[in-house]
T-cell receptor, first 115, second 111 residues
Framework: KAGVTQTPRYLIKTRGQQVTLSCSPISGHRSVSWYQQTPGQGLQFLFEYFSETQRNKGNFPGRFSGRQFSNSRSEMNVSTLELGDSALYLC??????????????FGPGTRLTVL | DQQVKQNSPSLSVQEGRISILNCDYTNSMFDYFLWYKKYPAEGPTFLISISSIKDKNEDGRFTVFLNKSAKHLSLHIVPSQPGDSAVYFCAALSGNTPLVFGKGTRLSVIA
């Protein structure tokens, strides 16, 4: 079974630009969650999508948004990029989602650098 | 306010010895705890978990201990191997909340 894939793997943007990251979950998984990893803050939850609906949201500004398509693929968008948005963005998929205590499988991440 | 804390950013252990990674939490509603391992350029991978109804869970060389009264859990790796060198994240969950992660501990196992 193919794992979670994320594209692109690396991205360099400048302040003020916007960026879209993509995540393809494991086949059959309906939940996709997004996390931001930075050296100072560790892994922080951004949001979770389940069957195309946002089900949970972390404490991030509205510049961070996401969506999920009918095939469970998910995209995350960050608008008006700031230097502090430089991070590794990870997505994770699971069968039933965060509230069901089932295992999440992480992708390799997208390394975003904002200059 | 960090609900899950890993107070040791790094740990070095000799091959064959025990590695003990610690994690503290503040939210008494957490009832499920997980450890993830992360190598560079890869996503975290699930290692072991424990429900709050237990105080110990073992899987091969890995054992997780939970002390609910102290709101503390630890991961023991015995014996430690060079391939165990990675960043270890502790995470906690309750029924209605997303996973809350600690900041991670970098383990280096020296041959």
């Amino acid at each position: 079974k193919a794992g979670v894939t994320q594209t692109p793997r690396y991205l360099i943007k400048t302040r003020g630009q916007q960026v879209t990251l993509s995540c393809s979950p494991i086949s059959g998984h309906r939940s996709v969650s997004w996390y931001q990893q930075t050296p100072g803050q560790g892994l922080q939850f951004l949001f979770e999508y389940f069957s195309e609906t946002q089900r949970n949201k972390g404490n991030f500004p509205g510049r961070f948004s996401g969506r999920q398509f009918s095939n469970s693929r998910s995209e995350m968008n960050v608008s008006t990029l700031e230097l502090g948005d430089s991070a590794l963005y990870l997505c994770a998929s699971s069968l039933f989602g965060l509230s069901s205590y089932n295992e999440q499988f992480f992708g390799p991440g997208t390394r975003l650098t904002v200059l | 306010d960090q609900q899950v804390k890993q107070n040791s950013p790094s740990l070095s252990v000799q091959e064959g010895r025990i590695s003990i990674l610690n994690c503290d939490y503040t939210n008494s509603m957490f009832d499920y705890f997980l450890w993830y391992k992360k190598y560079p350029a890869e996503g975290p991978t699930f290692l072991i978990s424990i429900s709050s109804i237990k105080d110990k869970n073992e899987d091969g060389r890995f054992t997780v201990f939970l002390n609910k009264s102290a709101k503390h859990l630890s991961l023991h790796i015995v014996p430690s191997q060079p391939g165990d060198s990675a960043v270890y994240f502790c995470a906690a969950l309750s029924g209605n909340t997303p996973l809350v992660f600690g900041k991670g501990t970098r383990l280096s196992v020296i041959a």
